[in-house]
């Protein structure tokens, strides 16, 4: 079988919410899609269903539909479970860590047919909304106060693969959810090396906390996949690896980059125990400072040039301003002048690794690639648009990182799609 081809759905059972009965939706399944994204701490699936009368029995005995009948409230638990269709794809098996109903959508009933969407989220994301940590979080490495958040507050025992970040870092809780807590806590650790910047995603074998410059240099190493959008006839390749469509969603929006600051930027902070401020010297930072320390997935980093009336080039001229008043103490017990919260060591570099990181957006479809995860680097083979050309363009070809995906299945087909990343031109 082709990776194209449809799959063959081995388990779709959801559970009512009070577990006391089961029905098995597969006959009554028009789609399933899967989401994985480096923004989302939680994996996501929709269901989309339609089903007659007689699926379940209700509570008064009666034989009813599933939406009415088991009912659909909400919390449900879904046990997924769908084969691979080639020997490249192994399928999804969410039978061990089944998900769970976040929302029913799009009820359309009309005679004795029913057609709803499910949405589905991993446990963790709904303890996450009835969960708020408080108390002091003393000074450690950033990677364990996340993996401590995910054990003790979510009490989740996926794994957790992340990256050993080489700052301390100390907070209250403040009452806030641990997914938020951690997403602020990813802005602010600095890996061993490369620089600031890490994300916190849920990919179907766990959590990662891991650093943006060692995804790329993993990536680099190992990439995960290589797809063509137009075979040359030199190429032998399998149909497996052909980009069925692509778009450009962006490329280098330059009034964004300027506002947030992408090729030069200044940081401004305020010492209330010296009674200083920062030196122009030492809060200037350009692209070129953080293009030393940085890894990326293209060429070196290109800045762009303005002319006309008082030419200059935009690393020149810092056209944001961040301004900071430095945490002396303030979580030590007793007078201290500690200062291992310093801003200036990791938002400055996050800044430009976080910006520089959404240079170029584009928007795939390939056939199904269970083997992708969000998070991944894949090379892509575009052709140059000229007259009986076979040559690939080197200027958008090249490695990109998966930030989301959609595994999409129905009765004919399973498709894969992405939007991909890349923070430089070239291949």
């Known amino acids: 079988m082709a990776a194209i081809d449809a799959s063959q759905y081995d388990e779709i059972i959801i559970e009512s919410g009070d577990g006391q009965r089961t029905v098995d939706m597969r006959l009554g399944i028009l789609a399933i899609r899967y989401f994985e994204d480096l923004f989302s701490p939680t994996i996501t699936v929709e ?13 008064d005995g009666t034989l009813q539909s599933l939406y009415s009948g088991l ?7 879904v046990f997924i479970k769908i084969a691979g269709n080639s020997k490249t ?3 999804i098996d969410l039978k061990d860590q089944p998900l769970y109903v976040s929302k029913i959508s799009n009820v359309i009933r009309e005679g004795q047919r029913e057609s709803f969407v499910l949405k589905l989220v991993s446990r963790e994301s709904i303890a996450n909304e009835t969960t708020r940590l408080s108390g002091k979080y003393g ?5 364990d106060h996340v993996a401590k958040i995910v054990k003790e507050s979510l009490l989740s025992d996926k794994p957790v693969s992340s990256d050993d970040a080489s700052n301390q870092y100390s907070f209250i809780g403040n009452l806030k959810r641990p997914f938020d807590v951690i997403t602020m806590l990813a802005s602010k650790s600095i890996p061993d090396t490369g620089v600031p910047g890490y994300f916190f995603y849920e990919t179907i074998d766990g959590y990662n906390f ?35 469509s692509y778009s450009v969603s962006r490329n280098n929006d330059l009034l964004e980059k300027l506002r947030l600051g992408t090729y030069a930027s200044f940081f401004a902070q305020y010492d209330p125990y010296l009674s200083r401020f920062t030196t122009v010297q030492e809060g200037k930072r350009t692209i070129n400072d953080f293009a030393k320390k940085a890894t990326f997935l293209g060429d070196d980093p290109e800045v762009p040039q303005l002319f006309g009336s ?11 301003i961040v301004t900071s008043v430095l945490d002396v103490g303030v979580l030590e017990k007793g007078v201290s002048y500690n200062t291992g919260n310093d801003a200036k060591n990791y938002q400055r570099d996050a800044m430009f690794r976080y910006n520089y990181l959404f240079m170029q957006t584009l928007t795939m479809t390939v056939p199904l690639n269970t083997t992708l ?14 007259s009986n050309s076979k040559e690939f363009d080197r200027e958008n070809s090249g490695l990109y990182m998966i930030k989301e995906l ?21 291949d």
């Open 47 to 59: 269901i989309t269903v339609t089903n007659t009368g007689g699926v379940v029995k209700g509570k």
């Open 71 to 77: 009912p659909l409230r909400g919390g449900e638990r």
């Open 89 to 91: 794809n192994k399928g």
């Open 139 to 143: 000074s450690s490495q950033v990677s």
């Open 210 to 244: 891991r650093s943006i410059d060692k995804l790329i240099v993993e990536g680099k190493s190992k990439v995960k996949a290589e797809y063509f959008h137009q075979e040359d006839q030199n190429y032998e390749k399998s149909t497996d690896n052909r980009i069925l």
């Open 310 to 320: 008082g030419n200059f080039e935009f690393d020149t001229i810092p056209s944001r």
């Open 373 to 386: 995860q969000a998070g991944n680097v894949i090379k892509c083979n575009f052709l140059k648009i000229s």
């Open 406 to 426: 959609c595994h999409h299945f129905d009765g004919k087909q399973s498709l894969t799609s992405m939007k991909l990343l890349r923070d430089t031109f070239g």
